[in-house]
């Protein structure tokens, strides 16, 4: 028998990956109430999985349980996002450097195939893929890093680091595209460069973060 690498995903996950999908795509208005029957008849499971899901999402940053109003879609304000710009910016320029510095042959296919996987999927413009290959493309540099407490603490964040990832992919206001940005950032990592990919990393997330300064603070 083949071993499995992955085991198969249980109701809850795969009830809580949909519903952290809808509120990042913005199927969820933030603010907008999350009543359990109606989550239940639109998901086929029961009240039980519903409150564990919002109760997971909830420690994820996206949902938010008001007293006499029950859980909402937690509001995303710049004050946030800016915190978590900024330890975005300490992990993943630690981590591309370190990753650089570590470069195999291995390492070096495992995320150029990574890039093409998330480029793929900026072409078909589907959001979730997109996000998913984002994640898996800062999960071989971490991995390539040796940082694996940093991207424990990265995962914490990334419900609402993807949010911010949907906001800012939805503007062409941007002075580099992500997909542009992430073929820097791969490019400078596989050249073994660390200088480069801090400073890829670096202006990745200086263009994100004015991208997002603006759209909330306008909103």
């Excluded at 999908?21 to 109430?33: C, D, H, L, N, W």
């Excluded at 007293?67 to 509001?75: D, E, H, L, T, W």
Aim: proline share 5%.
């Amino acid at each position: 028998m083949s071993r499995i690498d992955q085991p198969p995903q249980t109701l809850r996950d795969i009830v809580q990956e949909r519903m952290r999908e809808a509120i990042i795509a913005g199927q969820f208005a933030p603010g907008e109430r999350l009543v359990e029957r109606p989550l239940c008849d639109q998901l086929g499971v029961s009240r039980t999985v519903v409150r564990e899901t919002i109760r997971y999402l909830e420690a994820e940053g996206l949902v938010e349980i008001l007293p006499g109003k029950g859980p909402i879609v937690a509001q995303l304000s710049w004050e946030d996002a800016r915190q978590i710009y900024d330890i975005r910016q300490m992990l993943e320029t630690a981590a591309a450097t370190a990753c650089a510095r570590n470069m195999t042959p291995g390492l070096s296919g495992a995320l150029q195939d990574a890039l093409k996987v998330l480029q793929e999927a900026v072409a078909a413009g589907i959001p979730g893929p997109m996000l998913r290959a984002t994640t898996e493309f800062y999960r071989i540099i971490f991995e390539g890093a040796g940082h694996s407490v940093a991207w424990e603490i990265a995962q914490r964040l990334n419900g609402r680091i993807s949010r911010l990832r949907a906001v800012t992919l939805s503007t062409e206001e941007r002075q580099k595209p992500g997909p542009a940005h992430m073929q820097e950032i791969c490019g400078a990592i596989v050249s073994g460069d660390a200088k480069a990919a801090r400073t890829a990393i670096e202006r990745h997330l200086e263009d994100a973060k004015r991208t997002a300064q603006r759209l909330l603070q306008e909103e």
